[in-house]
C-alpha cells in the first residue's frame, strides 16, 4: 500500500473567503466585547486578541476538527478559527447556561473538545504540556492528527516551554509551537523579559525548525503553519514558528497601556493591520472581490450581534449545576 | 495616630516602611514596577503591580529593588529562597496563589526544608505575597483560598489577615520574620477602608484577634469571612445571642489558645472558611476543639466551607460557592435549636 504523503497547496478562493470571514469575526466580536465590558455588563475580566486575528486564523486554517489546539488567558480569537460557535462562546463569557462550558469557565476557559479546541488558559505555560499531550495520543494512535499549541512572548520563559518542547522534540510528536509576539507580557517588553532576541531563536536548542513570521500576514503566517503542519503529519516531529504581533487593546479591559508609544500604536493599529492588509491581498490577486468581501463584512456585524442577544437572552445556570462536573462519578 | 486607608494602602505601606528601614529588603515579581526597560514611561506610570498594590514602590526605591521579573515563577520565587539564605530580605510576589503550581517545589521542598535539613544553620527570612479569594468573577484558576495547602508544611508561616490595620502589621512582622511566610491577601479586601496606624508597628504572627466579644458562641472565621462572620454577628445580635468573632490571623502558628478559652466560654463553635472543605483550615481547628476542647462544647462543632468543588464562573453560581451570613444565622438556628432567628 501506498501512502499518500500531504502536500503543500496554494491559497484557494473558498480557504480566503473562510480566512478572511474568521479575521473578521474575530475583530468584529472582541470590538463587541470590549464595548460591552466598558459598560459593566461582563462579569470578571477579559483579554482581547484584537490586532492578532492573522496567527489564529492563518494556523487554523490548516486544521479540521480531530487536530487539537491549547489556547492562553487571550482566547477568543483562537476559539473562533478553530471553529467554536460565537454564540455559545459569548453566552460563556456572560457566565450563561447556554455557554460553551455552561458558565462554569468564562472568557479564560471557553472550551469546546469535540472541535479541538482543548481551552484558553489562566495559566501562562499551561499550554505547552497539555499539546504535547494531544499529540502524543495523535502519535499513538495513529489519527494523523497535529496538536497546535499557541503562546504568548511572556510564556516562553515559564518553565513548562522548555519541557514540553523538548518533549515533543525528542519524541518526534506532531506539534506546532505558534508564539504569538506580541511585544509585551502585561506591562513587561519582551525584550526585557527574554534573553534571546527572537522566541524562534530557541528552536536550535532542541534541534527542530524554529521561524520568524510577520503576524500581520495572514498569508506568511498560513504559508509557515503549512510547512510545519505537513512536516508533523509526516512523522518529522515538532516546529517552532514565531509570529510577531500585536494587541490592539490593553493586556486586559481596563489597561491604560502607557508602556505603549502612540507611534507604535499609529503603526500597528492603523498602517499595519492584518485584515488591511489582507483585503489588499485577496483583492490584488483577484481571490475575491469587493463585492463579496463587502458581503461578508455585513454577515460578520450580524452574527456578532445575534450572539450578544443569544448570550443576553440565555438564562444563568441553576443552584444544581454548581456541584456538576467535578467528577465523572463519585461515591 | 490612625487614619483611614484602604486594605491596599495598608499593605503598600508596609513595603515602603519596611524598605527605608532595611536596604536588605527587595521587591520582585510580575510587573510588580510595570514596564521594565521601557524608555519613555515615568516611575509614576508604571503599573505598581496588577491590582496596584505595589505602585509607587519603584519610584522611591528604583529598579535594582523593585524588580520586574519574567513570567518564570519556578524561577524567581526559587532565587528568592537562596537570596534570603544569603543576605537579602525579599519580598516576592506570587500574583494569584493559584499559580503555586508553578512553584510548589521552590516552596514546599527549598524554602520550607533548608533550615531543618542543614540542622538550623541556615535561615530563610523571605515573604511571599499573594493573592487569593473568590467572589471576583475570575474563575476556576484565579480564585482559590489555597492557606491550607500551606499550613500542612512545616517550615512555612502562613498569614491572613483581614483588615487594613492587620495586613500592615502582620505584614511588618511577616517581612522581618527569620522565616519564610506565605501572606494572603484577598482581592476583594483591596478596597476597603480602615484606621490604620501611621508608622512602623507590627502584630505578632500567632496571635489571633477577637474582633467582637460576645458569650452564647464563637465564630471563628479566616481572612475575608470575618467579615462574614460579623455581619452575622450583628444579625444575631438583635435576636439577642452574642457570637464571639476570633481571627486567628495566622494559621501557622495557629493561636490554639485564643480559640480554646474563647470556646470555654460560649460552648459553642462555628469555623468559617471559604476554601474549600477537605483538609482545610476549617477541619483543622474543629479537630482542635474536638481534641483539646471537646469538654467545653455544647454542640457539635459547625463548619461553612465552600463546597468540595472548583470555584465557578458564573457570578450565580460563585455567589450560591461562599459563605454568607444567611448561611451562618441557619446554622446558628440549628445549633441552638431555635427556628425564629433565620425569619428576618
Ligand atoms: C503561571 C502564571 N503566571 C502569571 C500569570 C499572570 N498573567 C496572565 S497573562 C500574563 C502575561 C502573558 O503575556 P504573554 O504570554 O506575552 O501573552 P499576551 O498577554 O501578550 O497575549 C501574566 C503575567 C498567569 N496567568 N499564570
Ligand atoms: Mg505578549
Redesign the interface.
Known amino acids: 500500500m501506498t501512502v499518500m504523503k500531504p502536500e503543500m497547496k496554494s491559497l484557494t478562493r473558498e480557504k480566503a473567503k473562510w480566512m478572511y470571514e474568521k479575521m473578521c469575526e474575530i475583530r468584529q466580536f472582541e470590538d463587541k466585547v470590549h464595548e460591552i465590558f466598558s459598560k459593566g455588563v461582563l ?3 477579559v483579554h482581547l486578541y484584537a490586532g492578532e486575528e492573522a496567527v489564529a486564523v492563518g494556523v487554523c486554517a490548516h486544521l479540521d476538527e480531530k487536530d487539537s489546539i491549547t489556547s492562553t488567558h487571550r482566547g477568543h480569537g483562537h476559539c473562533i478559527a478553530k471553529g467554536c460557535d460565537l454564540n455559545g462562546m459569548m453566552a460563556e463569557i456572560y ?3 447556554t455557554g460553551l ?1 455552561k ?4 472568557s ?2 471557553i472550551a469546546d473538545v469535540e472541535k479541538g479546541m482543548l481551552g484558553a ?5 499551561g499550554g505547552f504540556p497539555l499539546a504535547v499531550g494531544a499529540a502524543l495520543t495523535a502519535k499513538l494512535k495513529k489519527t494523523g492528527a497535529v496538536a497546535v499549541c499557541f503562546f504568548g512572548d ?2 516562553n ?4 516551554f522548555h519541557e514540553g518542547i523538548n518533549l515533543a522534540a525528542i519524541w518526534k510528536l506532531p506539534v506546532i509551537f505558534v508564539a504569538e509576539n506580541n511585544g509585551y ?5 519582551f ?4 534573553s534571546c532576541k527572537n522566541i524562534a531563536d530557541r528552536a536550535i536548542a532542541y534541534n527542530i525548525p524554529g521561524e520568524i513570521v510577520d503576524g500581520k500576514d495572514v498569508v506568511a503566517v498560513y504559508e509557515a503553519a503549512e510547512r510545519a503542519i505537513l512536516r508533523a503529519r509526516n512523522g518529522e516531529g515538532p516546529t517552532l514558528i514565531e509570529c510577531k504581533t500585536y494587541r490592539n487593546y490593553g493586556h486586559f479591559e481596563g489597561d ?1 497601556q ?2 505603549k ?1 502612540a507611534e507604535e500604536k499609529e503603526k500597528h493599529i492603523k498602517e499595519w493591520d492584518a485584515i488591511a492588509k489582507f483585503r489588499r491581498y485577496v483583492l490584488s490577486q483577484q481571490l475575491l472581490t469587493e463585492q463579496e468581501l463587502h458581503e461578508i463584512e455585513r454577515k460578520v456585524i450580524e452574527t456578532v450581534k445575534n450572539a450578544v442577544e443569544f448570550a443576553e437572552q440565555s438564562p ?2 441553576q ?1 444544581e ?3 456538576k462536573d ?1 467528577y465523572v462519578s463519585y461515591q | 495616630m490612625t487614619r483611614k486607608i484602604s486594605f491596599s494602602e495598608a499593605i503598600n505601606e508596609a513595603m515602603k516602611l519596611a524598605m527605608r528601614k532595611d536596604e536588605n529588603v527587595i521587591l520582585l515579581g510580575e510587573d510588580v514596577a510595570g514596564g521594565a526597560a521601557v524608555d519613555h514611561l515615568q516611575d509614576d506610570e508604571a503599573w505598581g503591580g496588577v491590582m496596584g498594590v505595589t505602585k509607587g514602590l519603584v519610584q522611591e526605591f528604583g529598579r535594582d529593588r523593585v524588580l520586574d521579573t519574567p513570567i518564570a515563577e519556578a524561577g524567581y520565587i526559587g532565587a528568592s529562597v537562596t537570596a534570603a539564605a544569603t543576605g537579602l530580605r525579599p519580598i516576592a510576589e506570587l500574583m494569584f496563589n493559584d499559580f503555586i503550581g508553578s512553584c510548589l517545589d521552590e516552596v514546599m521542598n527549598q524554602a520550607a526544608k533548608l533550615r531543618y535539613m542543614f540542622g538550623g544553620k541556615a535561615k530563610v527570612p523571605l515573604t511571599i505575597r499573594t493573592m487569593h479569594g473568590a467572589g471576583f468573577r475570575a474563575a476556576a484558576q484565579h480564585s482559590q483560598s489555597l492557606y491550607a495547602l500551606f499550613t500542612h508544611i512545616p517550615g512555612l508561616k502562613v498569614v491572613i489577615p483581614s483588615t487594613p490595620q492587620d495586613a500592615k502589621g502582620l505584614l511588618l512582622s511577616s517581612i522581618f520574620d527569620d522565616d519564610p511566610v506565605i501572606f494572603f491577601e484577598d482581592k476583594t479586601l483591596y478596597n476597603m477602608k480602615g484606621e490604620v496606624e501611621e508608622g512602623f508597628y507590627t502584630i505578632p504572627i500567632g496571635k489571633a484577634d477577637i474582633k467582637r466579644e460576645g458569650s452564647d458562641l464563637t465564630i471563628v472565621a479566616i481572612g475575608k469571612q470575618v467579615h462574614t462572620a460579623l455581619k452575622a454577628a450583628n444579625m444575631l445580635a438583635d435576636k439577642g445571642i452574642e457570637a464571639e468573632v476570633v481571627d486567628p490571623r495566622s494559621l501557622s502558628p495557629l493561636d490554639e489558645e485564643t480559640i480554646l478559652s474563647s470556646v470555654a466560654k460560649t460552648g459553642r463553635l462555628i469555623v468559617i472558611d471559604e476554601a474549600n472543605p477537605r483538609c482545610s483550615a476549617a477541619t483543622d481547628i474543629s479537630a482542635l476543639v474536638a481534641d483539646k476542647g471537646f469538654d467545653y462544647l455544647d454542640a457539635p462543632i459547625k463548619m461553612i466551607t465552600a463546597p468540595h468543588s472548583p470555584v465557578p464562573f458564573s457570578p450565580v453560581l460563585e455567589d450560591l460557592y461562599l459563605p454568607t451570613p444567611e448561611k451562618v444565622l441557619k446554622v446558628v438556628a440549628e445549633m441552638i435549636g431555635d427556628e425564629t432567628i433565620v425569619t428576618v
Open positions: 462579569p470578571g475580566f457566565g450563561k447556561a462550558c458558565g462554569k469557565g468564562g479564560m476557559h488558559n489562566g495559566i501562562v505555560g511572556g510564556a520563559n515559564h518553565g513548562t507580557a502585561e506591562a513587561t517588553p525584550a526585557y523579559a527574554s491604560a502607557k508602556y508609544t444563568f445556570p443552584a449545576d454548581l456541584l467535578v
